[in-house]
């Protein structure tokens, strides 16, 4: 903390008064015993001595005091208890990529975010946040590799407070031994639970923020739309439910989706879809083939934008030697890109309550019909985080471009 060197300093300069207030006590002592008692000017002037040390004590622990009064003491999603200042102005996220987009809108601002992942910065620069707030894109990125940070390129950034993935706890113990306040924030611990997760992430800001205090307004609208979903969807038979397939990653040499064990998996159950990929139990993503893919044969594709594909590029077979013209999905024409607003809709972040209403509407439209999305989406950021959307805006966050593509 940046305090901390002033409050051992007051500390020490207390400790030392009193220490020599005490010899000096001592060495009078011995010299009144073998010599005449001391007279009356000698003693008014020990006594004022010793009433100035008190008082100086006291005051040195009152500044210690109000010096603490300016932290507080936090227990972030690894179970630390971290100690971090009441007024943070200087914020670096490392890893955990959707959470600058998170910060800007629950401040409503992205002055405060000074450094961030190469991963956030892309899907800022291409997606609504820049827009809305360009200052985000002023953030540093050069201190982070995946995992891998720079310390003395994060101590350059003079951060306040550093959040970083609870996957990757080397990053916050290389950041305590430098001193750097360093909050553990995790994707994973509500076992993949997008809304969930998101209400976790506010419920933690809120508690470093208070008076941005947003989680439970979100909590509610979150609820709702949830409920709302399971409303429609319960009643659809087990034969008759949309089985998706969620394109995380693709490329030449890379296929992968998600199995039981990540968000794919989530959005299906939440929206009354089948996952086809539930069968594979491996954590996060999982790369599969051609031919696994065909075995599935999905009547739906969701393609995230931690790719750069778009519903054209498997249409038309785009990308190395994969051929997908025999997909149910792709025969149908019901390949889609998944949502891009503050940040990647296929993780938790701003847009997951809106991102559930899509997905809701896109597997089911006829459940759905009565649901105008863009009208849903200016609602939500109205409501909850006090922004004005206008129709183009909104409209844009469903149709993200290629470049905000992750890798």
């Known amino acids: 903390m940046k305090n901390w060197k002033k409050i051992a300093a007051l500390l020490i300069s207390s400790a030392m008064l009193a220490v020599t207030g005490g010899c000096t006590g001592a060495a009078n002592s011995t010299a009144d015993s073998t010599e005449a008692p001391a007279d009356t000017t000698t003693a008014e002037a020990q006594a004022e001595t010793a009433a100035d040390t008190e008082a100086d004590t006291e005051a040195n622990a009152e500044a210690a005091s109000e010096s603490d009064g300016d932290t507080i003491t936090i227990t972030d999603n690894l179970g630390n208890e971290v100690e971090v200042p009441k007024q943070i102005d200087r914020i670096v996220v490392g890893n955990i990529y959707p959470l600058p987009s998170v910060l800007t809108v629950f401040f409503d601002s992205g002055e405060k975010i000074v450094g961030m992942a190469d991963v956030s910065m892309k899907a800022a620069q291409n997606g609504l946040l820049g827009e809305l707030y360009p200052e985000v894109l002023d953030a540093e990125t050069g201190f982070i590799e995946g995992t891998e940070i720079n310390v003395e390129e994060v101590v350059k950034l003079d951060p ?183 940040y990647r809709s296929y993780t938790p972040g701003i847009d997951t309550p809106i991102t559930l209403m899509w997905l809701a509407k896109t597997a089911y439209p006829e459940q759905f019909a009565d649901i105008d999305i863009t009208q849903e989406t200016k609602d939500y950021y109205k409501e909850v985080f006090g922004v004005d959307l206008t129709d183009e805006q909104a409209n844009s966050i469903f149709a993200p471009v290629s470049e905000a593509s992750a890798f």
Do not use: H
Not at 223 to 232: P, T
Not at 264 to 275: E, P, T
């Open 160 to 342: 306040d407070v550093v959040f970083y993935g609870a996957e990757a706890p080397q990053i916050g113990e290389q950041l305590a031994e430098v001193g750097i306040p360093a909050v553990a924030v995790s994707a994973s611990k509500w076992e993949y639970d997008a809304i969930e997760t998101l209400n976790q992430w506010l419920d933690l800001l809120g508690e470093m923020f208070p008076e941005n205090a947003k989680a439970d307004i979100c909590r509610t609208y979150s609820e709702e739309k949830y409920n709302l979903v399971q409303e429609r969807v319960k009643d659809i038979p087990d034969d008759e439910r949309v089985r998706s397939f969620f394109l995380f990653q693709y490329s030449e040499e890379n296929l992968t989706t998600s199995g039981k064990l990540f968000f794919g998996q989530y959005w299906a159950d939440s929206i009354g879809a089948k996952n086809v990929g539930e069968e594979l139990t491996t954590d996060n993503s999982t790369a599969v083939d051609m031919e696994q893919v065909y075995a599935w044969n999905p009547d739906l594709i969701f393609i995230t934008n931690f790719n750069a594909a778009q519903p054209d590029t498997l249409y038309n077979n785009e990308v190395g030697t994969y051929d997908w013209s025999g997909i149910k999905a792709v025969e149908d024409k019901r390949v889609y890109k998944m949502p891009l607003g503050m």
